[in-house]
């Protein structure tokens, strides 16, 4: 089993549309978690990091669920440049200096 | 402030040829990461630097070296190029040292590798 999966994808949506990404992790002693965004042929930037008590950034709201350990990702009201791929993350605590990445949700925006 | 920069940004090798991929960051960061992105495979850790003067391997280390050459700079070495090393690579740099850090890795903007 791969520390850090995503379902692939790709998820097609149209615009205006709610759509939500898991991730799950199979180190239960991971300290931090986070959401990159990448676009095509482009470096990961981060989306935002994932708390435990959620968060919320405009549009996008992250969560983090331990005791199923699984982090997620809602998008409210999909816009087209939302199109992209969403790479999750995570730093375990035995890691050290370690972020393990998933290989990415890609998401379609259609108008 | 440019962040991360990478160099080059493409390169077309033989194979048993060798180059070496340059890495800097003006952020005054402690850690830098040398990750590869293959289709399917997500991003893979080559090599990382936790602070000035260490290396250690990462998930994928084998047919690759690396040197930390100051704060700023962190390079990889590919001695004997060989077409599994096709890839896109990036380099990405994080403040904090500290084991279990939150604080982010910041990317530059890839070497994309064909290895003939």
């Known amino acids: 089993r791969k520390e850090v999966e995503q379902d692939p994808g790709p998820f097609n949506v149209p615009e205006g549309a709610t759509v939500a990404f898991n991730c799950t992790y199979s180190?239960?002693?991971?300290?931090?978690f986070f959401w990159y965004r990448q676009d095509c042929r482009k470096e990961p930037k981060l989306l935002m990091s994932?708390?435990?008590s959620g968060n919320e950034d405009g549009r996008f709201t992250a969560q983090l669920n331990r005791a199923s350990q699984y982090i997620s990702l809602l998008i409210r009201d999909s816009k087209l440049s939302d199109s992209a791929t969403y790479l999750c993350?995570?730093?375990?605590?035995?890691?050290?200096?370690?972020?393990?990445f998933g290989a990415g949700t890609r998401l379609f925006v259609k108008a | 402030n440019a962040g991360v920069t990478q160099t080059p940004k493409f390169q077309v090798l033989k194979t048993g040829q060798s180059m070496t991929l340059q890495c800097a960051q003006d952020?005054?960061?402690?850690?830098m990461y040398w990750y590869r992105q293959d289709p399917g495979m997500g991003l893979r850790l080559i090599y990382y630097?936790?602070?000035?003067?260490?290396?250690d391997k990462g998930e994928v280390p084998n047919g690759y070296n690396v040197s930390r050459l100051n704060k700023r700079e962190f390079s990889l070495r590919l001695e004997s190029a060989a077409p599994s090393q096709t890839s896109v690579y990036f380099c990405?740099?994080?403040?904090?040292?500290?084991?279990?850090?939150?604080?982010?890795?910041?990317f530059g903007p890839g070497t994309r590798l064909t290895v003939l």
């Open positions: 990405a740099s994080r403040n904090s040292a500290g084991q279990g850090s939150t604080d982010t890795q910041y």
């Open positions: 180190n239960s002693a991971s300290q931090s």
């Open positions: 994932v708390y435990s």
């Open positions: 993350a995570v730093t375990p605590n035995t890691g050290g200096f370690k972020t393990i």
């Open positions: 952020m005054n960061h402690n850690s």
């Open positions: 630097s936790a602070s000035e003067g260490t290396t």
